[in-house]
């Protein structure tokens, strides 16, 4: 799949946006993240996100454009702040939920694992950067490994903020708000993230996306 993930064309009730499905089942990635939290990050968060984005494109040009077409119009444009963080929310999420897998971690395979090994030194010198920068995102925000430039990189944004609004290509990424992993790790943000790398991430994506 690339990075233009795609959204339904099934309209929803109350808007152009839908929420899109899960690739697997809530309770799939059990025990390191649970069906509760799940229930309610994606039934609730995410489909907030989705609420709010049909409620402030209606009535608006935004209605005829695609969820990436909205998230790049808005993103230098104070007056449609509302509209980008729900937009933009929208579109990291569905990502997110595809840079996630039953069993996934270990190591990737192939032409993945040789840009990384050439670009970081290793894998587990990327593991490190990448969970540095997860923990280090003071409050809530994201954090990615994108193509930029030709070279792969880790980078973190705040709140909803995204790589899609600039140059670099996202592979894989990991919500570090609260509301992605506090029903089961509580404060210990290090821990999650530690899991989603070794138990989690799906290496099959960041290739595809590569």
């Known amino acids: 799949m690339s990075q233009n993930i795609q959204v ?15 690739p697997w089942k ?14 309610f990050h ?8 989705v609420d709010n984005l049909n409620n402030l494109a ?3 040009p935004f209605e005829k454009l695609s969820l990436e077409e909205v998230v790049k119009a808005t993103a230098k444009d104070p007056a449609a702040q509302g509209v980008f963080n729900n937009a933009a929310q929208v579109w990291n999420h569905t990502f997110f939920w595809h840079s996630l897998r039953p069993n996934g971690g270990g190591a990737p395979t192939g032409k993945l694992l040789e840009r990384i090994t050439a670009d970081f030194g290793s894998l587990e010198a990327f593991k490190t950067q990448f969970a ?4 280090t995102q003071f409050g809530s925000g994201w954090a990615w490994l994108v193509l930029d430039a030709g070279k ?21 990424t990991c919500d570090v708000w609260e509301h992605a992993y506090y029903l089961d790790y509580q404060n210990r943000r290090p821990d999650y993230v530690t ?16």
Request: proline share 10%; charged share 20%.
């Open 152 to 172: 792969l990189k880790v980078v973190k944004t705040p709140n909803a903020e995204t790589p899609l609004t600039g140059a670099a290509k996202p592979l894989i």
């Open 42 to 49: 994606y039934g609730k968060h995410h489909k907030a996100y």
């Open 58 to 60: 209606k009535g608006k």
């Open 26 to 39: 809530d309770d799939a990635l059990a025990p390191h993240v649970s069906a509760q939290t799940i229930s």
């Open 132 to 135: 540095d920068a997860a923990k």
């Open 195 to 210: 899991t989603f790398l070794d138990k989690l991430v799906n290496w099959e994506f960041a290739a595809q996306n590569l």
């Open 8 to 22: 339904p064309a099934t309209a929803a009730a109350t808007g152009p946006f839908v929420l899109p499905p899960l």
